[in-house]
């Protein structure tokens, strides 16, 4: 007797990140520079102690904040929402971009991202990914029977050039129809930390644009800043995708607080255009009829007390703070051979060895690393299946969101040195 | 240009629920028996206020209630929630289906619901439903393109002969291998108020079990136990079909902490046998890596202090209280000739008007009752796109859940005067 699973239940393949959750627990000593976990120290426990009190101790918002609500999320939510968003932006009020009724609050963006992909997306179909992305939207993807096709990326975003190659291959291929959308993660990217401009934005929607007639439907920009606000201050904010002309037409936003916040609470939101918006929301309503009013009430009121902002304000320091200690610590203890992508925001760097140094999950560098009781993430996991191109295999990400600043240090010590004895 | 919205994103409908949202918003006097929303006034608003002190000022919780966990969810509150059904269910500690290994803690048990169904089901297969049954799983497989069938549902579960009628005709179609499962709402059933007895779940679980080689897989009792807790304590609990011979292979069992405790702070559970269980994760990882820490470690406090049963001993009187008063408003107002179902618990009374009156959305009766400021949610809408049959429109949904004992009254007795108009 066979079993009764579904095609997409077959095809559904185990998160990379839970060989690697076995492996921490199977190496009690182990310091992972694997987990995209924030930092532990900086979670705003006694902040929303205080926020609950005041939310469960109003007359008004205690009884609905245990109730249920609408799908789309709080009011009140989604009006701070659109105007932390268009405030950020630095947009004028009167940008209808940047409106309540556009707002979609979810559990965490990662829900608002899958939802969008069933709203969009049929089995076959094709989304053009950053080379390499966030491997959970890629796991979303192979889950669902999409297909990935990677775009070069560089340290400012996509390739251009690239882009249109592709897309021109696609549409030679007859296979444009079956593209709906190119994901960005536009802010300190997962994994590289690569920032999009937002020259290469506008010029992106474009390009999408031009093809849209040979694909006989519109080609959205879907921009993931889940990074966005763990920024290190260092430079200037790049407006998103909805300062663009057009975006309300094309663009998808998805954010999150609880990168900035915390996890544990996980809130998140997205600005959508139409029939996308009433779509999601349909479907969220079968998924859950809305995030959580109690989360929901608890972010409202960090922001509108301001208590968000300050917050956001300490870690940004606290990251930019730990990036400097992993930093010193490659420049220390890395061989020169080692490229390294520095970001100015996020929890990651990116680091590239000479060619022919597989850093894979089989890899001999990877079995030392472990060895040695160090774990990062192989780099080859952020690449989609595309058959278009190989896989490279000689890059890792390195995240300084978890480790205190003593294994941050000590981790990439070790891992230096593994790496001087194969680039001897 | 068409849009670009994948077949599931064009097949959602909008849920019943939205339009009678509405209605309720553009009627600002209207008393609406229509919603599910629980008593507002019995919420554990302080309660959860000194639960999440506790947590938040907790050194070794504080931080992790913030942070990232595990998808299946906290170590504790699985163990809790399978200890709690082992109780509720009389089972002796021995009895490895209540395993903490088989607890996933979900968004609700409606998120259990769909992923359940992404696990399970493709386009064009069956699930077998109760008639009439939750129209929001309805949605579910209308959104996913699921074909629902039928059972004839009497006042103590399904009507087994009919069961087995659908399964047999089912098997001459050739249609058998589409059918994946039984989806039974076991106590006090929304609709109807109806209870399984354990009695027809065996029985049940059997015939399913007799035509699995002819389906060529196996086929499961997905009991879905919302509305267990919310017991009025008149009558004796039924066990769950977790007690049953071979559940651990064939019943997958969903519940909630939501109804109970507070839909704001949304926590389902469920217990799922394998495969389905690693498919079920590994869906929900793409969802959401697990739903909020801080909402579990919420119910979990709850439950270890004793809080969650305390509370829900005190819903329970509270609606049985209103069931009480709406059962004597409906003696005191409904003509004679209306049937009315009682419920051992829950939150609704159903109503079934003599044939040929329908009190379907499109009705004389439904419009009369808007006029008079009077919502319900009409029968028909619980009924599942099956083919075989024509869906009945003479009944009605009566929720006590959310109104005022006051509201009840007067709701009943309004929508007893449209009745007595019609039925002269």
């Known amino acids: 007797m066979k079993n009764a699973l579904s095609a997409l239940g077959r095809r559904t393949t185990p998160p990379p990140i839970s060989w690697m959750m076995k492996t921490a627990l199977s190496h009690p000593k182990l ?6 976990f924030t930092d532990n120290a900086t979670l705003p426990v006694e902040i929303s102690r205080k926020l609950l009190n005041e939310i469960l101790r109003d007359g008004k918002i205690g009884q609905p904040a245990l109730q249920y609500g609408v799908t789309a999320g709080e009011k009140n939510l989604r009006e701070l929402t659109a105007q932390h968003l268009q405030k950020l932006d630095g947009a004028p009020a009167s940008n209808k971009n940047y409106s309540a009724e556009r707002v979609v609050i979810s559990g965490g963006s990662q829900q608002l991202l899958y939802i969008t992909l069933e709203a969009l997306c049929d089995e076959g179909d094709i989304i053009l990914v950053e080379d390499p992305t966030y491997f959970v939207f890629l796991s979303i993807l192979q889950s669902r029977g999409i297909q990935a096709r990677g775009v070069k990326l560089e340290r400012d975003g996509i390739n251009l050039e690239n882009l249109e190659k592709v897309l021109t291959r696609l549409k030679k291929s007859g296979e444009l129809r079956r593209v709906k959308a190119l994901y960005l993660v536009s802010y300190f990217q997962n994994p590289t930390g690569a920032t999009t401009s937002r020259a290469k934005k506008l010029a992106a929607l474009k390009l999408l644009k031009k093809f849209e007639s040979a694909a006989g439907h519109p080609l959205y920009l879907l921009e993931d800043a889940a ?9 200037t904010d790049v407006p998103t995708a909805l300062t663009l002309p057009g975006a309300a037409q094309r663009v998808i936003y998805t954010g999150t607080y609880s990168k900035p916040y915390g996890p544990g609470a996980r809130v998140g939101f997205g600005i959508l255009p139409e029939p996308l918006l009433t779509t999601v929301l349909r479907i969220k309503g079968n998924h859950d009829f ?13 922001i509108a007390t301001g208590f ?35 970001s100015g925001g ?25 060895k040695n009781d160090v774990l990062y993430v192989p780099g080859e996991l952020c690449y989609g299946e595309d058959p278009s191109r190989r896989k490279p295999d000689n890059e890792m990400r390195l995240s300084f969101g978890s480790a205190s600043e003593e294994n941050i240090r000590e981790g990439i010590k070790r891992l230096g040195k593994v790496l001087q004895q194969f680039l001897k």
Do not use: C
């Not at 809305?290 to 960090?302: K, M, P, V």
């Not at 990116?350 to 472990?370: D, E, T, Y």
């Open 346 to 370: 996020g929890l990651y760097f990116w680091a590239r060895l000479p060619r022919g140094l597989s850093a894979g999950v089989k890899s001999k560098v990877f079995k030392a690393a472990l």
């Open 308 to 342: 968000y902002s300050q917050h956001v304000a300490k870690i940004q320091k606290r990251y930019d703070q730990k990036a400097r200690v992993m930093k010193a610590a490659l420049a220390e203890y890395f061989p020169a051979s080692v490229e390294i992508w520095e």
């Open 31 to 36: 310091i992972s520079l694997a987990a995209g």
């Open 227 to 235: 990074y966005r606000e763990l920024s290190f201050g260092r430079s």
């Open 290 to 302: 809305g995030t959580a009013n109690l989360l929901q009430q608890l972010l409202a009121r960090a």
